[in-house]
């Protein structure tokens, strides 16, 4: 009996020993538009709504944004990733920023679509945010690390393995700062471009940190530069 219980203490200590597993969260280093921009970006995404019901919407959980870097994190390295980005804002705060174009594929039939912005004054900011970040970013995140569909339904292939991709594949020379708005017909998105959106000068009003939803939606504020 005293063999039994001896080693059902030594089981535990080992399990005890054995490394915890940690959680990974998928984040947005993004900048949020100021109100020109931004009411301009939900008056497009309405209109895209109204013509395809299962285009993203974009509101106060799912953010208009300019992505700046996407990655994987520890969620326990948040705080250090909250610290690392402090004061990095200051740097475009009072920079004019540019709408340049409604940007879709005008060869298809339906299309995504998205604000595209003037890159100039937002690639060394990009390229910084990467650089402060970058010690932190792990491989090993999955569906579990983003805020989860309302419905229950997993959460895209497509979003999974963008995020960890992105530094490689989408950032420095490939680089493409935008507003997403949802995927229309063209000839709604031919419209839109004509009629309704206008290529504006902005500032942004914030630097944030978001965890991501599913499609690359900024849903779940995890810190603010102001």
């Given at each position: 009996?005293?063999?039994?219980?001896?080693?059902?203490?030594?089981?535990?200590?080992?399990?005890?020993?054995?490394?915890?597993?940690?959680?990974?969260?998928?984040?947005?280093?993004?900048?949020i538009p100021l109100e020109a921009m931004y009411a301009q970006?939900?008056?497009?995404?309405?209109?895209?709504?109204?013509?395809?019901?299962?285009?993203?919407?974009?509101?106060?959980?799912?953010?208009?944004?300019?992505?700046?870097?996407?990655?994987?994190?520890?969620?326990?390295?948040?705080?250090?990733?909250?610290?690392?980005?402090?004061?990095?804002?200051?740097?475009?705060?009072?920079?004019?920023?540019?709408?340049?174009?409604?940007?879709?594929?005008?060869?298809?039939?339906?299309?995504?679509?998205?604000?595209?912005?003037?890159?100039?004054?937002?690639?060394?900011?990009?390229?910084?945010?990467?650089?402060?970040?970058?010690?932190?970013?792990?491989?090993?995140?999955?569906?579990?690390?983003?805020?989860?569909?309302?419905?229950?339904?997993?959460?895209?292939?497509?979003?999974?393995?963008?995020?960890?991709?992105?530094?490689?594949?989408?950032?420095?020379?490939?680089?493409?700062?935008?507003?997403?708005?949802?995927?229309?017909?063209?000839?709604?998105?031919?419209?839109?471009?004509?009629?309704?959106?206008?290529?504006?000068?902005?500032r942004a009003q914030s630097l944030s940190l978001y965890q991501?939803?599913?499609?690359?939606?900024?849903?779940?504020?995890?810190?603010?530069?102001?």
């Amino acid at each position: 009996m005293k063999k039994c219980a001896i080693a059902i203490v030594v089981g535990l200590g080992i399990l005890s020993c054995a490394p915890k597993k940690e959680n990974t969260i998928a984040i947005d280093v993004l900048l949020i538009p100021l109100e020109a921009m931004y009411a301009q970006s939900l008056q497009l995404n309405a209109l895209i709504n109204k013509n395809n019901p299962e285009a993203i919407k974009l509101d106060e959980n799912h953010v208009p944004h300019i992505t700046l870097l996407q990655c994987f994190i520890y969620e326990s390295d948040l705080p250090k990733v909250n610290k690392a980005l402090k004061g990095l804002f200051k740097t475009i705060a009072k920079d004019s920023l540019k709408a340049e174009s409604l940007f879709y594929s005008k060869d298809k039939g339906e299309s995504f679509a998205m604000v595209r912005v003037e890159k100039t004054q937002l690639l060394e900011i990009h390229k910084k945010a990467i650089e402060l970040v970058k010690p932190y970013i792990v491989k090993n995140g999955s569906e579990a690390s983003f805020v989860q569909n309302p419905d229950g339904s997993p959460i895209s292939e497509s979003t999974v393995d963008y995020v960890p991709n992105f530094v490689e594949k989408y950032s420095y020379e490939n680089f493409d700062p935008h507003i997403s708005l949802g995927v229309a017909q063209t000839i709604l998105l031919d419209s839109l471009a004509q009629h309704v959106f206008k290529p504006i000068q902005f500032r942004a009003q914030s630097l944030s940190l978001y965890q991501l939803g599913d499609h690359g939606t900024a849903q779940k504020l995890l810190w603010n530069s102001d």
